[in-house]
């Protein structure tokens, strides 16, 4: 069965500081993987996926991700943080059959000035 | 073009009680989805429909059901509410129908319910 793991409940960085948040899947199939956000109040916005070819996805706000199978990851990274960065962020697999995604528990992204 | 709308945007209920929350998907999709989340955890898949058709159910109990309308919208019920309903419900829809798709979903900003 398909799941996903978000290590790290939650992570501060200071503005201008690397973002890095991490996600480990288990897939029994080759995954598609999706990386959304979530603004306080708001329903979720797609960063990021990768299905198939290139390993390095780039996203929306300067976001981007690596398909390592070797690792089962999908780490998110963004060089400097913003403050409008701040925010819940959740990795998704989609399921076998196609119909639902799984989502990790979330992580919550502080930015500091 | 309007995004997915969800009504209402808040709701109070009491327990035992029923409630039916609705979805708008993007014009011209075909597919909606509901899922719930819980505060503090991620959402998670109660259904899919796509075509009038239920495509996808999640491990929920039969209290909750749904229904796909021919202009694509969609209506989730929750019979004999319990304490443990109260969560943010999210639809989201697709122009992709099942199988492997690689389709993003386009998520509502929810329907936030409180079950007192």
């Known amino acids: 069965a398909q799941s996903v793991t978000q290590l790290g409940s939650h992570v501060s960085v200071s503005e201008g500081a690397l973002v890095l948040l991490r996600c480990n899947y288990s897939?029994?199939?080759?995954?598609?993987l999706f990386w959304y956000v979530q603004y306080p109040n708001q329903g979720l916005q797609l960063l990021l996926k990768?299905?198939?070819?290139?390993?390095l996805v780039k996203g929306i706000n300067g976001f981007e991700a690596e398909f390592k199978k070797s690792e089962t990851s999908f780490h998110l990274t963004k060089p400097s943080a913003h403050m409008s960065d701040a925010a819940e962020y959740f990795c998704?697999?989609?399921?076998?059959?196609?119909?639902?995604?799984?989502f990790g528990k979330g992580t919550t992204l502080s930015v500091s000035s | 073009d309007a995004g997915v709308t969800q009504s209402p945007t808040h709701l109070i209920k009491t327990r035992g009680q029923h409630v039916t929350l609705r979805c708008s998907p993007i014009?011209?999709?075909?597919?909606v989805s509901w899922y719930q989340q819980v505060l503090g955890q991620g959402p998670q898949f109660i259904f899919q429909?796509?075509?009038?058709?239920?495509?996808g159910r999640g491990n929920f109990p039969d209290r909750f059901s749904a229904r796909q309308f021919p202009n694509y919208s969609s209506e989730l019920n929750v019979n004999a509410l319990l304490l443990g309903d109260s969560a943010l419900y999210l639809c989201?829809?697709?122009?992709?129908?099942?199988?492997?798709?690689?389709?993003?979903?386009?998520f509502g900003s929810g329907t936030q319910l409180s079950v007192l």
């Open positions: 429909y796509y075509e009038k058709e239920e495509r």
């Open positions: 897939s029994s199939v080759p995954p598609y």
């Open positions: 990768y299905t198939t070819g290139a390993t």
């Open positions: 989201a829809s697709s122009n992709a129908g099942t199988g492997r798709s690689n389709e993003k979903l386009f």
């Open positions: 998704a697999v989609y399921n076998q059959a196609g119909t639902a995604l799984i």
């Open positions: 014009s011209g999709h075909k597919s």
